[in-house]
């Protein structure tokens, strides 16, 4: 046997995910196990899942099994499920890969070691899905070693149960973490060269409104925002139902906390808004993006949008394009609406025809898309501030960074620039995704 055993981890999904894959890798790494740089040189596998659309489902059904041929390459290596699909499918999974040695649910993950040890003594399949949340000390992530930004869960689950939504259901009800416990997290993150945290959960404008956190997340940002040595505080998501003044107040009379508000609309019309029980209407929405934008002008607002939602006639998503017309968001992230076994909106009549749903959302992202690169035109001349990331992707000769409104920004590397600095970019050409400019000197 090798001396030192490996790992993988697979993440699908949105940041809370993220989250638990860092969580994952803590105790693995604090086992003793190291990271592996590709799966077919791992002793063991994890693929931390997501449900929330049938296609994340499809493409994650599609992973695994392409990873039976690393199983029969190796029998001794270890593949496990985590995360919201095996949370939602359990057994089901076994069934479809049977090549899978476990499959552990949303509130397991403080447990991996004691699921890849009864693999590793049984060798047979271990299922281990709970319906409650255990009180497991998180793990400060300890694989962060050239990391400029982390995720920080201020809270679990959610209780808002949108009609469309598994998430409450493959995530619990709300749970919000102790004040002290988050802003000493924060303070050894930025001990260790953090400069940016993102606060995560999925409703963060109702954090501590449960259990005995006596705070609310306005108090939790003012804090925040007092810790020495990091520049920058997003956090993700918002609901424009529990938005408020305060926070807005909060955002704008701080150092560190980006001017970006991601308010995810959903719909541009009332009765959707009502079917989708997202508790605000159009106009209360309008309002909250007129109290940030006087406040804050020089803000971004971004959103989400379903398209498709049951119900939604001609009349009704022409209701969404105007409104998204009058909203100008800086961008959005445009779904097709996906039937989830066991929400209220799965077995809703009048479901709509796929081919209706995607020439729908074509008609949505083209208009959207004109007004990301009409408001990232305005930018161009102007000198922004941008956090390195490092080295583009796509380009080793140009470097990468975001501006405070979550902008990227690409430039080509001059040698002097280093990955966490704050540093000037004068932006030469805006795109609809992207700003290209050069390093002010
Ligand atoms: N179908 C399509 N989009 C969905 N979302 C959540 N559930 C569904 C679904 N069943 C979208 C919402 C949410 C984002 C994270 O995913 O827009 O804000
Ligand atoms: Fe889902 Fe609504 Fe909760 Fe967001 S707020 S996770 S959309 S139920």
Same mark, same amino acid.
């Given at each position: 046997?090798?001396?030192?055993?490996?790992?993988?981890?697979?993440?699908?999904?949105?940041?809370?995910?993220?989250?638990?894959?860092?969580?994952?890798?803590?105790?693995?790494?604090?086992? &003793?196990?190291?990271?592996?740089?590709?799966?077919?040189?791992?002793?063991?596998?994890? #693929? %931390?899942?997501?449900?929330?659309?049938?296609?994340?489902?499809?493409?994650?059904?599609?992973?695994?099994?392409?990873?039976?041929?690393?199983?029969?390459?190796?029998?001794?290596?270890?593949? &496990? !499920?985590?995360?919201?699909?095996?949370?939602?499918?359990?057994?089901?999974?076994?069934?479809?890969?049977?090549?899978?040695?476990?499959?552990?649910?949303?509130?397991?993950?403080?447990?991996?070691?004691?699921?890849?040890?009864?693999?590793?003594?049984?060798?047979?399949?271990?299922?281990?899905?709970?319906?409650?949340?255990?009180?497991?000390?998180?793990?400060?992530?300890?694989?962060?070693?050239?990391?400029?930004?982390?995720?920080?869960?201020?809270?679990?689950?959610?209780?808002?149960?949108?009609?469309?939504?598994i998430v409450p259901y493959v995530r619990g009800? +709300?749970?919000?973490?102790?004040?002290?416990?988050?802003?000493?997290?924060?303070?050894?993150?930025?001990?260790? &060269?953090?400069?940016?945290?993102?606060?995560?959960?999925? %409703?963060? %404008?109702?954090?501590?409104?449960?259990?005995?956190?006596?705070?609310?997340?306005?108090?939790?940002?003012?804090?925040?925002?007092?810790?020495? $040595?990091?520049?920058?505080?997003?956090?993700?998501?918002?609901?424009?139902?529990?938005?408020?003044?305060?926070?807005?107040?909060?955002?704008?009379?701080?150092?560190?906390?980006?001017?970006?508000?991601?308010?995810?609309?959903?719909?541009?019309?009332?009765?959707?808004?009502?079917?989708?029980?997202?508790?605000?209407?159009?106009?209360?929405?309008?309002?909250?993006?007129?109290?940030?934008?006087?406040?804050?002008? /020089?803000?971004?607002? =971004?959103?989400?949008?379903?398209?498709?939602?049951?119900?939604?006639?001609? +009349?009704?998503?022409?209701?969404?394009?105007?409104?998204?017309?009058?909203?100008?968001?800086?961008?959005?992230y445009t779904f097709l609406y996906s039937p989830?076994?066991?929400? *209220?909106?799965?077995?809703? *009549? /009048?479901?709509?025809?796929?081919?209706?749903?995607?020439?729908?959302?074509?008609?949505?992202?083209?208009?959207?898309? /004109?007004?990301? #690169?009409?408001?990232?035109?305005?930018?161009? $001349?102007?000198?922004?501030?941008?956090?390195?990331? &490092?080295?583009?992707?796509?380009?080793?000769?140009?470097? !990468?960074?975001?501006?405070?409104?979550?902008?990227?920004?690409?430039?080509?590397?001059?040698?002097? +620039?280093?990955?966490?600095?704050?540093?000037?970019?004068?932006?030469?050409?805006?795109? =609809?995704?992207?700003?290209?400019?050069?390093?002010?000197?």
């Amino acid at each position: 046997m090798k001396e030192q055993q490996t790992y993988f981890i697979y993440t699908f999904g949105c940041q809370s995910n993220s989250a638990d894959s860092e969580q994952l890798a803590a105790q693995l790494l604090q086992a &003793g196990y190291s990271a592996a740089s590709a799966p077919d040189e791992a002793d063991l596998i994890i #693929l %931390n899942t997501c449900c929330i659309r049938e296609s994340a489902e499809r493409k994650i059904y599609g992973k695994i099994g392409e990873l039976k041929k690393l199983k029969i390459a190796d029998p001794q290596r270890i593949i &496990g !499920v985590a995360g919201c699909l095996a949370q939602k499918d359990k057994e089901k999974l076994f069934a479809k890969a049977p090549h899978l040695d476990f499959v552990m649910g949303t509130f397991a993950v403080g447990h991996l070691l004691e699921h890849v040890n009864r693999v590793k003594e049984n060798r047979e399949h271990v299922l281990s899905v709970w319906e409650q949340a255990d009180e497991t000390q998180r793990l400060r992530p300890s694989n962060l070693s050239g990391q400029i930004s982390a995720w920080i869960p201020i809270m679990y689950g959610c209780n808002n149960f949108c009609t469309y939504c598994i998430v409450p259901y493959v995530r619990g009800r +709300e749970r919000s973490r102790p004040v002290n416990e988050i802003l000493q997290e924060i303070a050894a993150l930025a001990e260790q &060269g953090i400069k940016e945290v993102t606060l995560l959960g999925q %409703n963060v %404008n109702s954090y501590g409104k449960e259990g005995d956190v006596k705070a609310s997340f306005a108090d939790l940002l003012r804090k925040a925002d007092t810790i020495k $040595g990091i520049e920058r505080i997003r956090y993700m998501t918002s609901h424009p139902r529990d938005m408020n003044q305060q926070v807005i107040d909060v955002v704008k009379n701080s150092r560190s906390i980006c001017e970006h508000f991601h308010l995810p609309v959903q719909s541009g019309n009332d009765s959707i808004l009502k079917a989708m029980n997202r508790g605000y209407r159009i106009q209360d929405y309008r309002a909250l993006v007129n109290a940030i934008r006087q406040t804050m002008p /020089e803000s971004s607002l =971004t959103t989400d949008l379903i398209v498709g939602f049951p119900g939604e006639t001609d +009349e009704l998503f022409n209701q969404t394009l105007e409104f998204v017309r009058e909203m100008r968001f800086d961008a959005a992230y445009t779904f097709l609406y996906s039937p989830r076994s066991g929400t *209220p909106a799965a077995t809703m *009549p /009048e479901q709509i025809p796929s081919a209706v749903k995607k020439s729908r959302l074509q008609q949505l992202m083209d208009i959207q898309n /004109e007004i990301s #690169l009409q408001i990232n035109k305005q930018s161009e $001349g102007k000198v922004v501030e941008v956090l390195v990331e &490092g080295p583009s992707k796509n380009d080793s000769s140009a470097f !990468v960074g975001r501006t405070r409104t979550n902008k990227i920004v690409i430039w080509k590397y001059t040698g002097s +620039e280093h990955i966490g600095e704050l540093l000037p970019v004068r932006i030469d050409k805006a795109q =609809t995704w992207v700003l290209k400019g050069t390093l002010v000197n």
